[in-house]
T-cell receptor, first 113, second 113 residues
């Protein structure tokens, strides 16, 4: 069975500082990993994905994530946080490129000016 | 493309009434998902379709919930009779094997009084 863990319910950072939102996964086989962002009263929006290849994946709005197979992690990062990055972030996994995804519980990111 | 379109955006109804939520997926996508989001339970997958056929409905809470996809461009989620505990935001999402990531609609916020 698949599982995705986001160990932090909340992450607080100051504007301009680097941010990291953590995600670990448990998947049998090769994982397909995704990050989504949800702004208040909106649907989830895709940020980036890892399918295969380079372990460092770059996505929308300056976000990137590093796939680490040995640590079964896929942490979301950004070098310099913006107040507008404040939102709810979800990590998700699949075992194929289609079908059912397993989502983490989400991490609320707050960036303070 | 206009993205995934859901209606209504907001619905307030009384306990016992029938509720129908609608979704138009992105053209060309062959997967459609219905999710429910609440503060208590987070994001839950209710059911998903592939090529208009229900593949996994194990997340449907009970017989009061039903979902249909009569064609590739339309799906409904029906609750009959509705109960206050059904109050949540219901999201529709679509994807394809070629794209991989999910595209979410803006959600339908249901309040059952």
């Amino acid at each position: 069975a698949q599982s995705v863990a986001q160990p932090e319910d909340q992450v607080n950072v100051a504007e301009g500082n680097p941010l990291t939102v953590k995600c670990t996964y448990s998947v049998s086989g090769n994982p397909y990993l995704f990050w989504y962002v949800q702004y208040p009263n909106r649907g989830l929006q895709f940020l980036l994905k890892y399918i295969t290849g380079d372990n460092l994946v770059k996505g929308s709005y300056g976000f990137e994530a590093e796939f680490n197979k040995s640590q079964t992690s896929f942490h979301l990062k950004k070098p310099s946080a913006l107040v507008s990055d404040s939102a709810l972030y979800f990590c998700a996994s699949r075992t194929t490129n289609a079908g059912k995804s397993t989502f983490g519980d989400g991490t609320t990111l707050t960036v303070k000016p | 493309d206009a993205g995934v379109i859901q209606s209504p955006r907001h619905e307030v109804t009384e306990m016992g009434q029938e509720v129908t939520l609608r979704c138009k997926p992105i053209s060309g996508h062959d997967y459609l998902f219905w999710y429910r989001q609440t503060m208590m339970r987070g994001l839950e997958l209710l059911i998903y379709f592939n090529n208009n056929v229900p593949i996994d409905d194990s997340g449907m809470p009970e017989d009061r919930f039903s979902a249909k996809m009569p064609n590739a461009s339309f799906s409904t989620l029906k609750i009959q009779p509705s109960e206050p505990r059904d109050s949540a935001v219901y999201f529709c999402a679509s994807s394809s094997r070629q794209v991989g990531e999910l595209f979410f609609g803006e959600g339908s916020r249901l309040t059952v009084l």
